[in-house]
């Protein structure tokens, strides 16, 4: 893990009168350059050939002959022939020499090696590097170890198959779309045969991976994804802030369930069971009765981070819950960086952020104002990493 003085001793030496904000273009880059030209900033997205036009082309910022921004938010674009290669020295000098504050996201970690990340590329990123692996469910120390560490709940493991007694959701990766889920449900071991054997043989998923799957209670009830905000700049008040709930569109699921019973029984052996890959998501509010419950759970997993990952989180993450019969909230996975649904807040915000800052106020724009008071009180070192 790269020495967190030797980040603070990069961005000691940025020109904080002309800091950039760069992503690495997917996931929730959109929401990140909007928020970022709402605070003033200027916007650089790393694309990768091939999938380059959402940014270079369709968001791509326009401006008339005085330099005023007439539409896009996305003011720079490299085109590199993988996101991996962002890595290299020439672009990492680079992103240094033009005060570059580099904002993770998913893809970040997901094309990009993390060990790498870890270790080498010495940019000042906003938000909390050494958190970033406790993603990964093949490590030791993911993040349901430190939710069992902070005494966080999370849906019961299921240590073997055989195990089965009740409804359970079974996670490992899609075969063919590595980035993608392979995930199944079963009540019972012999619908847990059925099923994995089913998508092995339909190149869902491998037998491999299979062995390595988390199987885990499936809880009946909503989908809240909560988009949390940590700020240690924060003088006065809570330095938790919620800024956002949402939830997922998953396909094919959505598409089974928005299908009479009768209808599901007559799908053959290749659609009957629904894949999980996230395709989209949609903006959600809580009942304010419960909303002091979220607020401990997010208190709780601060103060685990701080312990256990020092220095904590710092900036976005996002705590995705299932809610049972009983009101009872159970954290089924954690994204210690910005969330994958921001997008649905940009340039609207969302009730909880506009509510508390008393205007739009999205995820992104929440990342630009946290740097833009980092530079105006001389404490950016406290906001990277």
């Known amino acids: 893990m790269l020495d967190l003085e030797t980040v603070k001793a ?52 326009i401006f008339d002959n005085k330099g005023k921004r007439i539409r896009g938010v996305v003011d720079e674009t490299w085109v590199l022939d993988k996101f991996s290669e962002v890595l290299e020295e020439k672009y990492q000098k680079k992103l240094r020499e033009e005060n570059v504050l580099f904002i993770p996201n998913r893809s970040f970690t997901s094309y990009v090696d993390l060990d790498k990340i870890e270790d080498e590329f010495v940019v000042p990123m906003v938000g909390s590097r050494n958190l970033l692996r406790s993603e990964e469910r093949e490590e030791e120390k993911d993040y349901y170890w430190l939710l069992e560490k902070a005494g966080l709940p999370f849906p019961k493991k299921i240590n073997k198959p055989e195990e089965i007694d009740r409804l359970v959701i079974v996670k490992l990766k899609h075969k063919e779309k590595r980035l993608e889920r392979g995930f199944f449900s079963a009540a019972s071991y012999d619908e847990y045969r059925e099923k994995a054997e ?20 499936y809880i009946i009830g909503p989908v809240f994804n909560f988009d949390f905000f940590y ?10 802030e919620l800024i956002g709930i949402d939830w997922r569109f998953e396909t094919s699921l959505d ?42 759970l997010a208190e709780t997993f601060v103060k685990a981070t701080k312990k256990y990952y020092d220095p904590g ?20 996975d954690v994204a210690p960086r910005t969330g994958g649904g921001t997008n649905v807040h940009m340039n609207v915000g969302h009730p909880y952020g506009n509510t508390l800052w008393g205007k739009r106020m999205s995820t992104g724009r929440r990342l630009a104002l946290e740097v833009r008071r980092g ?11």
């Open 10 to 61: 990069r961005v000691k030496d940025y020109d904080m009168d002309n800091v950039k904000i760069g992503v690495v273009a997917s996931h929730s880059a959109l929401d990140v350059c909007d928020g970022a030209v709402d605070e003033g900033f200027p916007t650089l997205a790393v694309c990768q050939k091939g999938r380059e036009k959402t940014y270079d082309i369709y968001f791509k910022s």
């Open 313 to 332: 989180i710092i900036g976005p993450f996002c705590l995705q819950t299932c809610v049972d019969k009983d009101l009872n909230f159970y954290i089924y």
């Open 375 to 385: 530079i105006e009180m001389d404490r950016i070192e406290e906001i990277v990493t």
């Open 255 to 296: 598409g089974h369930v928005r299908l009479p019973a009768p209808q599901q029984m007559t799908l053959n052996e290749e659609q009957m069971v629904p894949e999980y890959t996230v395709t989209g998501h949609n903006s959600a509010t809580l009942r304010e009765s419960q909303l002091e419950k979220v607020f401990k």
């Open 231 to 240: 700020s240690p700049l924060n003088e006065k008040g809570t330095n938790i």
């Open 198 to 217: 089913n998508l092995i043989e339909h190149d869902v998923i491998t037998k491999e991976d299979l062995k390595n799957a988390r199987i885990e209670e």
